[in-house]
């Protein structure tokens, strides 16, 4: 019998980024307004929070940034591929075997059910292995799968979506899984490109 397996820690990496985004948005922005006579040594600070101030975001959609998400749950990303101005690639449960699923554990969980829960996870696993070894193919199999199943994704987005995505998705209304993937995405771009995310911020905790 195939060993049952929890879910390890969320992975999140920036595999891409535009290069020096931010000196790339500010020659799109300075485009607009035939400035560049203005411009000065690291002059895309000021100039970025400046456009952001007066709602000229457009000029964000010239950077973009690509990461990998790891050990996340199914339930989360059918959140994040909501955004429609993304491209994403994600594990397939059509072409990849669930026989020994890992998955995620909702963290309000309480720890008197916690056991209830990881025996739950084990009858599915059971009852998936049932339907694989009936002659089910995998992309029908896997109907009997819970959303606590963890995925991989990969998700590529302009900054000026990135920046919408992490004004909804890291407000403390937000699922407490996406919330904490979206936070962890804001510190690395923020980072990257202060210029460019630092006005945005994590209400509460993470």
Same mark, same amino acid.
């Given at each position: 019998? &195939?060993?049952?397996? %929890? #879910?390890?820690?969320?992975?999140?990496?920036?595999?891409?980024? /535009? #290069?020096?985004? =931010?000196?790339?948005?500010? *020659?799109?922005?300075? /485009?607009?307004?035939?400035?560049?006579?203005? $411009?000065?040594?690291?002059? *895309?600070?000021?100039?970025?929070?400046?456009?952001?101030?007066? @709602?000229?975001?457009? +000029?964000?959609?010239?950077?973009?940034? /690509?990461?990998?998400?790891?050990?996340?749950?199914?339930?989360?990303?059918?959140?994040?591929?909501?955004?429609?101005?993304? $491209?994403?690639? *994600?594990?397939?449960?059509?072409? +990849?075997?669930?026989?020994?699923? !890992?998955?995620?554990?909702?963290?309000?969980?309480? #720890? =008197?059910? &916690?056991?209830?829960?990881?025996?739950?996870? %084990?009858?599915?696993?059971?009852?998936?292995? %049932?339907?694989?070894?009936? @002659?089910?193919? %995998?992309?029908?199999?896997?109907?009997?799968?819970?959303?606590?199943?963890?995925?991989?994704?990969?998700?590529?987005?302009?900054?000026?979506?990135?920046?919408?995505?992490?004004?909804?998705?890291?407000?403390?209304? &937000? *699922?407490?899984?996406?919330?904490? &993937? !979206?936070?962890?995405?804001?510190?690395?771009? /923020?980072?990257?490109?202060?210029?460019?995310?630092?006005?945005? =911020? +994590?209400? @509460?905790?993470?």
């Amino acid at each position: 019998m &195939a060993k049952q397996n %929890k #879910a390890k820690q969320l992975e999140v990496e920036l595999i891409a980024i /535009t #290069a020096d985004a =931010e000196k790339v948005i500010e *020659q799109a922005g300075r /485009t607009c307004y035939l400035s560049f006579d203005k $411009a000065y040594a690291d002059s *895309q600070k000021d100039f970025i929070k400046r456009l952001i101030k007066v @709602g000229h975001e457009s +000029v964000l959609e010239h950077a973009y940034a /690509t990461f990998r998400i790891k050990n996340c749950s199914r339930a989360m990303t059918h959140q994040l591929v909501r955004h429609r101005l993304m $491209a994403i690639s *994600q594990q397939s449960q059509r072409y +990849v075997d669930e026989d020994s699923f !890992c998955y995620v554990v909702p963290e309000s969980m309480p #720890a =008197e059910f &916690a056991d209830d829960f990881h025996n739950d996870m %084990k009858t599915i696993q059971q009852m998936y292995r %049932k339907w694989r070894e009936r @002659g089910l193919k %995998k992309e029908d199999a896997r109907f009997v799968l819970p959303n606590a199943c963890t995925s991989e994704i990969v998700v590529s987005a302009n900054f000026r979506e990135w920046r919408h995505i992490f004004k909804l998705r890291t407000s403390p209304k &937000a *699922q407490w899984e996406i919330r904490k &993937a !979206c936070s962890v995405m804001l510190g690395i771009l /923020t980072k990257s490109a202060p210029s460019c995310f630092e006005d945005i =911020e +994590v209400q @509460g905790p993470n």
